[in-house]
Structure formats: structure tokens, C-alpha cells
Nanobody, 120 residues
């Protein structure tokens, strides 16, 4: 079973920056997309950013212009650089890798989550 190992996160003041990384411990074939999601206390998990195997990138409106998602295909690793952080960015951040397994079928792999706290 492939595991996604996250690192980064922590406590930062508003306006500061943090970087997250997520590495797959093992081989994942036919990756369709990599992404980052977050879940704040009492709220549902929401999409932060995704990058497809073709390089298409999607950002949540709330993070556009502040966050940057990148990936290293050779290492099955993805990154999220977060700049100009706001208190409302406070959440547990989860990385995701989606892999194609058949017609209209995918496997989703998730990281363990890492906490990001932005103080005002």
C-alpha cells in the first residue's frame, strides 16, 4: 500500500509564507492528478489546488495569486508554496494523488494531513 508522506506546515504570522511537500512512498502508476485539500475545524474538506498529469492547474478562488502548486514527476512528489497567508488559511492540509485504474475508475491516495496555523 502506497503512503503519501507530508512535511511542512506549522505556525506563521499573517502575511508570512509556508511550504508543504508530499512524497509518495512507493510507486503509483498512471497518475491523473495531484492536489492539495484543506479542512478547517467545523468545516468540510475543500479543494485548494490541483495539477493534472498534463500540467493543467486549478486553484480555489480564495488562494489564487498566493499559493503555487508544483510537482516533480520523477519523484512522485508535489509541493504547495503558500505566500501572503491569512488567518482564514488555518486548517489541516491534505495531499492527494489520483491514479487511473480502469474505465471511469480511479484510486485516491491521501496524506496524513499537516496543520497550518496562521496567527493574526
Amino acid at each position: 500500500q502506497v503512503q503519501l508522506v507530508e512535511s511542512g506546515g506549522g505556525l506563521v504570522q499573517a502575511g508570512g509564507s509556508l511550504g508543504l511537500s508530499c512524497a509518495a512512498a512507493g510507486t503509483i502508476l498512471h497518475i491523473v492528478a495531484m492536489g492539495w485539500y484543506r479542512q478547517a475545524p467545523g468545516k468540510q474538506r475543500e479543494l485548494v489546488a490541483t495539477i493534472t498529469s498534463g500540467g493543467s492547474i486549478t486553484y480555489a478562488d480564495s488562494v489564487k495569486g498566493r499559493f503555487t502548486i508544483t510537482r516533480d514527476n520523477a519523484k512522485n512528489t508535489e509541493y504547495l508554496q503558500m505566500n501572503s497567508l491569512k488567518p482564514e488559511d488555518t486548517a489541516d492540509y491534505y495531499c492527494n494523488i489520483r491514479a487511473y485504474t480502469g474505465i471511469n475508475q480511479w484510486d485516491d491516495y491521501w496524506g496524513q494531513g499537516t496543520q497550518v496555523t496562521v496567527s493574526s
